[in-house]
């Protein structure tokens, strides 16, 4: 083998080596590579011998040959040394292979590859063993190109005086898309015969063309917009002096919750090349983070331009290399407190011990992670890391066949593809007995809807108890009512613009609330946000409407809601806001009536004619003519 790569062959009798070097520069006498790789096509049908193993593990150690085999089966099927685990995790492939027997020869051959490509790699060596179906799979899978990792030098301070020079590598970070769509002529598919032109108009009837000059940034506070200038926006970017990566103090490594990691980075962070002192001083730092089982708490800014972040850098001490990790940690603004009820306190909630030793069951059935039989070493049946994003495949495989066949529809999705994110084979085979008790102690029932009984005190009315049966409606809807907004009660004072319908509903339930009083505060904010005049303001009026009739059907304030819903009908003729009254219309918002409350006067009929059209508009259009109302729509898209 060694002889083979000393001579450039590209062929070796035998079984077949493949050697490829990545050109780096062209020398007078020969050829210079920055990296040699050998490629193994065999199904170890040949003779081999592990005496020069070793010499041979050394060699391409020492030169920094990598190499790759490529067999025709698994090179984890079980070689008869006993190791069952790998012959379950050869089972993990989700492409059957032919139940052929494996000679003894080709046994033989496999032990010696496992043991040569786990000498070369403890960790990832294994997985440098392909068979012949995985390495076409790869083959026919888009890879983006490959770039060197770019290094962010800075200095690690401790203090005032403590300075170290280090520097930073992503090591995570998630891979997007480049958005490099252009807007084309379908014609000629060129994108200089589409010009484009941004007009600026006022929001009226005329819309009056402003020049950009006369624009400026607005921030909506509320129903308020706050003018906002370039050089406000400049003064208000924090600034800092330059890069930064101070450590503001230390915490222990368990005092950082594992949800507490955020942000879309992970850095290592090692000592500056060639600079011995730091090496030492960092090397002295990551030790004594790891013994002391504390992190750094750090502050971080990439430069002057950005914002800071805190996060935290952990320390990672491997057999090659030792560094720091960075994460990012969440600020007060970017955690969310949700409360729960505890399930403990539900006697229907508890499992039996039978249904908790199920799970158990299915839990263990559906490991990932495949011990050998000393349960020290392990192996991960399921790695995201080695699997490539299923929606980027996708993406490349469709632009690669619109540009050779542009005319033709988009072909299905490959089947390797489909199967990236698929359960593991040998997993979904043993999980199915644990599904099934799982299946068997949990029973699924369709549960239909509640028909409401009714009893004959409800059927025939007694007039003595018509008094306290409103109360006794509310109280229930209190004790069903969402226990946040109990909890929120006290802390709301007034209708506000965030939340107005749930405020609305907190306020008049409160003790000695004036209905009338906190009902206008819910009008105000309804007129606000009619005058916005925007899709998402109408959608959290109607939102508000429908919550005041609600409550003044339950409190009996018939009176009043019906006298607003008759106001807003005039003022939004008034202000021509027939879009906003359509939503009206079609969610059926009508006048409370009689049957729906004791204390309405308004019929049925009345409450529909309230939100009939008017009679002139009716006359004004011819009645076979359908198309004004098509213009209208129109129109009032383009408003």
């Known amino acids: 083998m060694l002889k083979c790569l000393e001579k450039g062959y590209q062929i070796y009798k035998g079984d077949g080596i493949s050697y490829k070097g990545k050109k780096k520069t062209r020398l007078e006498r020969g050829k210079k590579y920055e990296k040699r790789h050998i490629e193994l096509f065999t199904d170890l049908s040949s003779p081999v011998s592990e005496d020069q193993l070793e010499i041979i593990i050394a060699n391409l150690k020492k030169t920094g040959i990598s190499i790759q085999f490529f067999l025709p089966f698994p090179g984890d099927v079980d070689d008869g040394g006993g190791d069952t685990s790998a012959s379950e995790r050869s089972q993990m492939h989700r492409n059957s292979f032919p139940k052929k027997a494996l000679t003894e020869q080709q046994k033989e051959g496999i032990h010696v590859v496992r043991k040569l490509m786990h000498t070369l790699d403890e960790e990832g060596g294994l997985e440098e063993i392909y068979t012949f179906r995985e390495s076409l799979e790869r083959l026919s899978m888009f890879k983006k190109i490959e770039r060197r990792p770019m290094a962010w030098p800075c200095q690690l301070t401790i203090g005032s005086n403590l300075s170290i020079r280090i520097v930073a590598y992503k090591s995570v970070t998630e891979e997007k898309v480049k958005k490099i769509w252009t807007v084309v002529d379908a014609k000629t598919l060129r994108k200089d015969d589409v010009q484009k032109e941004t007009v ?3 929001n009226d009837d005329d819309e009056t063309e402003v020049q950009k000059d006369d624009t400026i940034q607005g921030f909506r506070y509320g129903s308020d917009i706050v003018p906002f200038s370039k050089e406000d926006e400049e003064q208000m970017k924090y600034k800092t002096e330059a890069k930064c990566f101070s450590v503001l103090g230390f915490s222990r490594s368990s005092q950082i919750q594992r949800h507490y990691y955020m942000g879309n980075q992970v850095l290592k962070v090692f000592a500056a090349k060639d600079d011995e002192n730091a090496a030492v001083a960092f090397s002295a730092l990551v030790h004594a983070l790891d013994e002391l089982k504390v992190v750094a708490i750090v502050r971080y800014a990439y430069d002057r331009r950005c914002n800071p972040q805190v996060g935290v850098a952990f320390p990672y001490i491997k057999d090659a290399y030792e560094c720091l990790i960075y994460v990012q940690l969440p600020y007060m603004e970017d955690l969310r407190q949700y409360l729960f009820s505890s399930l403990k306190n539900n006697k229907k909630c508890i499992p039996t011990a039978d249904q908790l030793s199920a799970v158990d069951s299915l839990i263990d059935s559906m490991n990932l992670v495949c011990e050998d039989d000393d349960g020290e070493t392990f192996e991960d049946l399921f790695k995201p890391s080695k699997i490539p994003n ?9 632009l690669q066949h619109k540009a050779f066949h542009p005319n033709e529809p988009l072909p299905p999705i490959e089947q390797h593809i489909l199967e ?4 593991p084979r040998v997993v979904k085979e043993r ?9 068997a102690l949990f029973p699924l029932r369709e549960v239909g809807k509640k028909k409401e009984e009714k009893t004959a005190q409800d059927i025939f009315k007694d007039n003595s108890e018509d008094g306290p049966k409103p109360k006794k409606l509310k109280i229930e809807d209190e004790e069903g009512s969402f226990s946040i907004m109990k909890l ?12 107005p319908g749930e405020d609305f509903r907190i306020l008049v339930r409160q003790k000695n609330a004036d209905f009338k009083d906190v009902s206008q505060q819910l009008i105000n904010r309804i007129d606000q946000f009619l005058e916005n005049k925007g899709s998402r303001y109408y959608m959290k009026g109607i939102n508000c409407i429908r919550v005041f009739r609600e409550e003044a059907i339950k409190l009996s304030k018939v009176q009043c809601f019906n006298d607003f819903l008759q106001a807003l009908k005039s003022k939004v003729e008034d202000k021509a806001l027939a879009d906003f009254w359509e939503i009206v219309i ?9 049957d729906e409350a004791e204390g309405s006067l308004v019929t049925s009929e009345e409450a529909e004619k309230f939100l009939a059209p008017k009679e002139k508009k009716n006359e004004t259009l011819p009645p076979t003519d359908e198309g004004g109302d098509v213009d209208d729509l129109v129109s009032t898209i383009k408003t």
Do not use: W
């Not at 007995?433 to 799982?438: G, H, I, S, T």
């Not at 929120?488 to 939340?499: D, I, K, L, Y």
């Open 431 to 439: 999980c199915q007995a644990p599904l099934e008790k799982v299946k």
């Open 420 to 423: 990236m994110l698929e359960m």
């Open 488 to 499: 929120a009660e006290g802390n709301v004072t007034s209708v506000g613009s965030v939340n």
């Open 200 to 202: 600026y108009c006022l």
């Open 586 to 594: 079609q969610d059926r918002i009508s006048l409370i009536t009689k």
């Open 390 to 398: 299923p929606h980027f495949q996708r993406l490349y495989q469709c």
